[in-house]
């Protein structure tokens, strides 16, 4: 006999353990299902461990320019065996913290790999255990793994994803990032920074092609400056592997194919959805190239059933799969939360130095016709920036003429990647360029340069 709840999860990362949380604060009785570990990619494989690795890079670059700030160190060095374990037990501790919160929350878990048998049914298999449950509403929060090139997949040993790049044996000497997204970026800022020799391979023609253009063109100088490799326009047409490397044929912008050779290759080129052999096709869900179409309210076109997170369409994002997540459980309990809606999700990059953005790029707002003014400032007119020794970096916003409105904000530099959270706010809240000009910023902090930078697209700004 099946075991009922009002609400069955499938997967628990960053949406679906959510998701449950919510449930159980609003009286449902849940179950959520995990194949691997609490958490999901996010917290165990991506997210978080990522930053713990950044973490340990960023300090040994300033052990490494401890003259800049007028201190010795002799002879710095590391041991990766140690970093990794570093970052795998900060992965471990959340893991042991989600398993807490389940308990705390009295949300059952069930672990195995989960199907779905009809409506409402969901039959999970691990080992020869099989358990069969049962729910008026389930959501699928399966998330997404990363894309392989079809030429040339990954095999933890010279060609590697961000999963094998988390955990490397040994570290490269000459590393080739296939992707400068995010996850690419980061990983070559990191590995940059260890000591290996880093070259980047995007087919579009601007490195983190998805933010402003001035942050792009920022961003390639500066890794430029710090010795990484850029080829934009460029394509990956051959990957070799060999016991001690990797070859790379590199078709570059002008056409022409040339040969290179690395000690390992990271590719980072995008997801696959993880909604193979989880009883979609049988129940006629509808998706978009492997995506599970979703309202605002993550209902799908099957009744009772639901879907949020990387399952689901762009941007794919924890903290959006999170609130998706959220609004999802409330509609199911009968609360009326206002529908999902992406124009308001921040995007991060911890690479060195990080990026952070939110909203419309001057392009965008442009495109879609808007009469803007643009504000800009640097970090060099900040004098928290000048003392912490991160001069390099500006902030930029993107105003509606007309009403004033705050269309985007696009940072580049140190700790943007928490700054961001204040526009994001102000764009919840219907801010205008007014209440901006009028808030007041603590001094020293680099949180004036937002200040600075709204002023500026006024022409107020008063340190430069």
Known sequence: MADTYDL???????????????AAQLGLKTAIVERERLGGICLNWGCIPTKALLRT???????????????SVEKPGFDLTKIVER????????????????????????????????????????????????????????????RDLPFAKADGKRIWTYRHAMVPEEMPTKLL????????????????????????????????????????????????????KILTSAGIEKLETGAKGVTASIKGKDGKVETAEFSHAIVAIGIVPNTEEIGLEALGVETDRGHIKTDGYGRTNVEGLFAIGDVTGPPWLAHKASHEGVVCVEAIAGQKPHPFETWNIPGCTYSRPQVASVGFTEAKAKEAGYEVKVGKFPFIGNGKAIALGEAEGFVKTVFDAKTGELLGAHMVGAEVTELIQGYV????????????????????????????????????????
């Open 177 to 228: 990032v296939i992707g400068s997204g995010a996850i690419g970026v980061e990983f070559a800022s990191f590995y940059n920074d260890m000591g290996a020799d880093v070259t980047i391979v995007e087919m579009l023609p601007r490195v983190v092609p998805v933010e402003d253009e001035e942050v792009s063109a920022f961003m390639e100088k500066a890794l430029t400056k710090q010795g990484i």
């Open 8 to 22: 069955i999860i499938l997967g628990s990362g960053p949406g679906g353990y959510v998701a449950a949380i919510r």
């Open 87 to 146: 970052s795998r037990k900060v992965a471990g501790q959340l893991n042991m913290g989600v398993k807490g919160l389940m308990k705390k929350n009295k949300v059952t878990v069930v672990e195995g790999n989960g199907t779905l048998t009809g409506k409402g049914k969901l039959s999970v298999k691990q080992g020869d255990k099989v358990t069969e449950l049962e729910a008026k509403n389930i959501i699928v929060a399966t998330g997404a793994r990363a």
């Open 57 to 71: 890079s960023e300090i040994y670059h300033y052990m490494t320019h401890a003259a800049d700030y007028g201190l």
């Open 425 to 464: 706010i102000a764009r919840q809240l219907e801010t205008t360029e007014a209440e901006l000009m009028e808030t007041v910023f603590a001094h020293p902090t680099i949180s004036e340069t937002m200040h600075e930078s709204v002023l500026g697209a006024y022409g107020r700004t008063l340190h430069i």
